[in-house]
């Protein structure tokens, strides 16, 4: 059979969000692979042009609607870096704490479709109600599920009530009493072990040059977590480790987020403990002056960068984000040669796409 | 059910005073046909419905215990559904084989439950050959599925007829290589009298427990079921060979598929299993104890593990079953000449 | 029964496994040897960044070359375009995962000649982010591999995001409509794409 293409989506089970992959095939091995996203762009960044710099956090949210927790606090932290801004350390308590339990809610996400691609679907459930009791923590935080809107400009909206760390210990003890049944119950399978194994091999050296960050990095040997590399917020407190495979397979990646749950529970408990008493909310500032700022955070996806450039008034001029995923898309056909057509599910699916942060 | 439906074809016969002996003849078979398939479309009801329980429990979902007392209503609201959607036919789409072979799937699943005896007196036709009839008429599917695929003038239907037939066709040489030991050791190809050699000597899943694990899961490949599910991909190919199938039609395959479950199931309890041996109850109530357990234990399967990717179905089929299949017709053999059973 | 994987794992000439973690040079050091270089100011804010203000864009790929090789910046994390109203400008900032800081720098543009080299020979990431640069802003990127609209649909031909577009004005969107419809959107594609791509 000479070599075709196919396309997949946009419109396709395994494609969460919208894009099209149009893979080139010789028979069932692929030979190129071309993704073609843009379905949802939606002109953030002129957008964020005509409305005041605290009128864009609550669209910030709508970036990555699974993280959107991570995309609030870069957007925060950059214009904070912009102005210079003193933010009192009690926030950066509790914004690393609501930033850790997005990250295990996101996570729980991708457990939940890469295991639906692979035909497993209990898994999906299973991981769909553990995220329930996090999404609960985080209502009690900021009264809402999926785009909170939570973050000021020099702190937080308001403070975390008086049960939220008793709440919050009790869920993380049944949590990871529970990431240890399911861990067993997918890895024991050697089914789930040939389909992930040995399939989307991509080398460090590739991987940095092609501007892969996050897991899919540190699933390749290389140990880059911004939380360590390049601390920012009150990170730098807290003692955990960066949790990297030597792998470079799908199977590598699994293992890289599944373990950074476990992380993301210890920096919990210890933020927890050490939480200072004082305000949640620093100077607000009624005039944002002519400068620049940017910062950088480890979103679950990789590296999230938001770019600020105000003019004097109280709307920027520019602002510039960077999503992981819109590089590690761009990385994907790199994945894809030489596998076959069954594979195309499992090694998107250990990428973690979504589709809002892309498009933007 | 011959002599039942007989009967009754006599009484209507002779209530309208008609006389012709081929009519009476006819009349039997339609009716212990009528017969028969009541009896699939309450098995199969009762099977969904095992399912949904079962997999309700595994994976936390509230539906199968909600809707209606305990459960019940769940079948009738998933059959539902599917009657009151439109029947597509795809523009460019072949008619003729679109439609023809879902007739031809439909009918050959529950052919197969025509050969299956069910109670050494319920039986809708006990033929001396029957192993090798049901197995035939188990191979038609991967004809009329590749059809299917390709009528459908879809890309992804065609993708899924082939990969189908593969797998099909790979799973076939293990199942049946694993029926003629069986058949060696009973010496006969009649389901009723493996039943009664069973009875006599011992449970063939005893001696030919490697054959009894490579008929479960040939027979999980051949019914296309999770974790052999490839045809039926559902996050690559949409639905596979059944994509463009809609409404009714797809209920029918949803049917034809549990039908398939059920025979499969039938005929392991028949051969390794001990068929309708038990000690207290009737021999129709262990029969079906029987086929449900197992049936069971295929949902459970389910439930649990992931896909396998096509190549490496098709490795397991040459690869791994072939040869423990060969080494079972080979214990067989042994056993049977020593004498043992 | 493993499933035999298609590709073989290469060997890797480089040992990644402190990459990140140690300290590296600190980033005074780096300014020095751009200052040494290429006699241009660099600023060291605090958290270990740099500020390398403006390059004149004929020196951009000797200065992103010099930064690759001799001060191991591996990392582009972003290549942005912006339009001041009188020029157009292109905002990079890269990263150094050995030394642990960032870079950023501009390049200004002339409005009627908007066109730099491309960094993606250098920096494979920068691929997508040229092009989308190209997308929103008209901004050509020279030696570019495959300089293509990637987030709006194909045939577009307008840039959005610079500051003289006014959406409604180019639709011409008639809001009452009169009994006519609206202009039809702009299809992916002018013709649909076959088998052969």
Known sequence: MAEMWINMGPQHPFTHGLWTLRVKVDGETIVDAEPIIGYLHRGFEKLCENRTYPQIIPICDRLCYVAAMSWDHVYVSAVENMLDLEVPLRAEYIRVIALEIQRIASHLVW????????????AFLYAMREREMFIDLLQALCGARMTYNYPRIGGLSQDMPRDFPQQCLKILDLFERRLKEYEYLIE????????????????PSDAINLGVTGPALRGSGVPVDLRKTDPYSAYPDFDFEVCVEKDCDVYARYRVRINEMYESCKIIRQALKKMPPGPVLGKVPHHYPKGEGYARTEDPRGEAFFYVQGDGTDRPYRVKIRSPIFVTVSAAPKMLKGYKVADVPSIMGSLDMCLGESDR | MYSISNTIAT??????????????????????SIALLIIIVINVI?????????LGRFMDRRGPFVVGPAGVFQNFADMFKFLIKEMILPENADGLGFNSTLVIIVASSLLIVAVVPEAPYFFYTNPDLGLLLAFAIFAIEPFAVVIAGWASNNKYSLLGGFRSTAQMMSYEVPLLITVISVALVAGTFNFSSIVTFQEKHVWLVGPLFIGFIVFLIAIVAEIERIPFDTPDAEAELVHGWMTEYAGVKFALFQLTSYVRSFAGAAIMVLLFLGGWEGPFLPAIVWFYIKVYAVFTLFVWVRGSLPRVRIDQVLNIGWRSLLPLALINIVIAALFKMSGVI | MAGIPTIVARREERDYSTLG????????????????????????????????GKIPREKLLEFCTFLKEELSFEHATCVAGNDLRRSFEVIYHL??????????????????????????????????????????????????PKLERVLMPEGTDFFPFRKDFKLLDHWKIDWEYKGKRPPPQPMIGEKPRDANG
């Open chain 1, 111 to 122: 457990l939940s479709s890469f295991m639906t691609d692979l035909g497993n679907l209990t």
């Open chain 1, 188 to 203: 024991e399978s050697e089914v789930f072990r040939i389909r992930t194994q040995g399939v989307g091999y991509l080398s």
């Open chain 2, 11 to 32: 009484a209507i016969l002779n209530a309208l005073h008609i006389n012709y002996p081929l009519l009476d003849y006819l009349l039997t078979w339609v009716i212990a």
């Open chain 2, 46 to 54: 009762v099977l969904i419905y095992v399912e949904r329980k079962e």
């Open chain 3, 21 to 52: 973690l140690s300290e590296g040079r600190p980033p005074e050091e780096l300014a020095s040897a751009i200052k040494n270089k290429f006699q241009i100011d660099v600023k060291v804010k605090p958290r270990r960044r740099l500020d390398a």
């Open chain 3, 95 to 144: 990263s150094s995962y050995s030394n642990r800081c960032m870079i950023q720098f501009r390049v200004e543009l002339p409005r009627d000649d908007p066109s730099v080299d491309s960094i993606s020979y250098l920096w494979g990431g920068a691929n997508w982010h040229e092009r989308e640069t190209y997308d929103m802003y008209g901004i050509i990127f020279k030696n570019h």
